[in-house]
């Protein structure tokens, strides 16, 4: 079935430098782990290219030339397709040619996990985020996988310090599974368990505006890197100081200007929308970006309808936790109507959904 998978690819024109770069684009519930992983390997392969420009002789970026020109391949597969589709089964190809030519000289047996790890990226990809440190689990296939690409993979769903809940079991636990494998246990204090069920309700999008404050202190200006949030993939450009942008991908866009997002809060509620060039969006623009007001609305509804996606998504993970039948010595008298009774939840891996 895989051989019958395509993805529309668009050019965008982005930052001052006019880097002119093909981009793959998501339809529906597409696999974001494959295309934020080729969209932002491009677009760091940019950055790399203009470095090593401007400053030949600097190793500051550590940026093996071969690297670069291995990229290349990907560039040129892409621009074969500009305006039309690529074939999952010719993009995975590709990224394995990528793997052999990074890690030519290295033990085979961790290239050879690595290119059957690659399906992974279309198929979905599970990751498990450290919420206390941020990063992710030792061993997460997920950055492993993105690493192996020379690509910083990150979220900003963290436990915030300032918050008086349960600091020693934050630090206990620490990652997403952990915490869930301390939910099913129902030897474990149930205040705690209420208090951790509450936390991961109150920030279901997966960020935090502590998360975004690490992640401002952690990611260097000019810098790409792949972002986890609302069990989604994408790439994100730190343009400036607290400057965070997101690449839109979003097929129904395909012919528009509009090429990133900017991230300014944990609700959204406050972003706005950017050319390649990062100048704002809006329908009075000079540039026209959109061609009327119905335009920059159908940006904003696609926004609404991914985050309403995303609140139903993580609703039914919480739903199919519950059992149907609890044990015996966990059963509870019958509560009053509206209440919403507690059962032993049933383990969910994060990762990009595909339907």
Known sequence: MSQHISFPVKRICWSQYEHETPILLQEANGPCPLIALVNTLLLQNDVHKLEAELNPKSNSNNVDSKHIESVAKVRSLLNRNLDSRVALSEVLACLGDVLLDIYRDDDSSVVN?????????HTGLSVDPNLYEGGFAQGDLGQQMFEAFGL?????????????????????LAT????????????????????????????????????????????EAGSLAVFFRNNHFSTIYKAHEHDFYSLITDSSLASNKCVWQSIISVSGKDDLFFTGDFVPLSENSESGPFESHEDLELVRQLQEEEDAAMAQRMQKRYDDRQPKTLPKELEKPKEKKGKRSEGVPKKGKLSCVIT
């Open 113 to 121: 996990k690595l290119l059957e790890s690659l399906p992974l990226l």
């Open 152 to 172: 910083v993979f990150v979220h900003g769903w963290l436990w915030d310090p300032s918050e008086n809940v349960h600091e020693e079991h934050f630090r206990k």
């Open 176 to 219: 997403f599974d952990r915490i869930q494998d301390f939910l099913l246990n129902p030897k474990e204090d149930p205040v705690v368990k209420a208090d951790l069920h509450q936390w991961l309700d109150r920030h279901s999008t997966q960020l935090t505006a502590h998360g975004l404050k690490v992640l401002d202190a952690r990611l």
